[in-house]
Nanobody, 123 residues
Framework: QVQLVESGGGLVQAGGSLKLSCAAS????????MGWFRQAPGKEREFVAS????????YYADSVKGRFTISRDNAKNTVYLQMSSLKPEDTAVYSC????????????????WGQGTRVTISS
């Protein structure tokens, strides 16, 4: 089992940048694929980005492609989401998720979730 704790959220003006972190517990972090999701007020949770266990394969939602970058540091048990050119519609609670797998396909269901960190983009 893995526990996930997100950090780095906050209030940023449109056009700005923010970097989210997700720290994972346990000694098997490198065997987990990781993902970032977000849920805006009154909306369903949506996929943002994911990264394979090695960091070699990444996927992005079309809405963030070219603006967000997911990365991981297995030595630090941490996955990151660098967000740039932020827009008001990026406002949401961002959560990270984990699934123990060495597969590199786009994962549809994650097993473990963090509590989330709030990101607010002002116009």
């Amino acid at each position: 089992q893995v526990q996930l704790v997100e950090s780095g959220g906050g209030l940023v003006q449109a056009g700005g940048s923010l970097k989210l972190s997700c720290a994972a517990s346990g000694r098997t972090f490198s065997s987990y694929a990781m993902g970032w999701f977000r849920q805006a007020p009154g909306k369903e949770r949506e996929f943002v980005a994911s990264i394979s266990w090695s960091g070699g394969t990444t996927y992005y939602a079309d809405s963030v492609k070219g603006r967000f970058t997911i990365s991981r540091d297995n030595a630090k048990n941490t996955v990151y989401l660098q967000m740039s050119s932020l827009k008001p519609e990026d406002t949401a609670v961002y959560s990270c998720a984990a699934k123990r797998t060495y597969s590199t396909v786009l994962i549809s269901a994650f097993d473990y979730w963090g509590q989330g960190t709030r990101v607010t983009i002002s116009s």
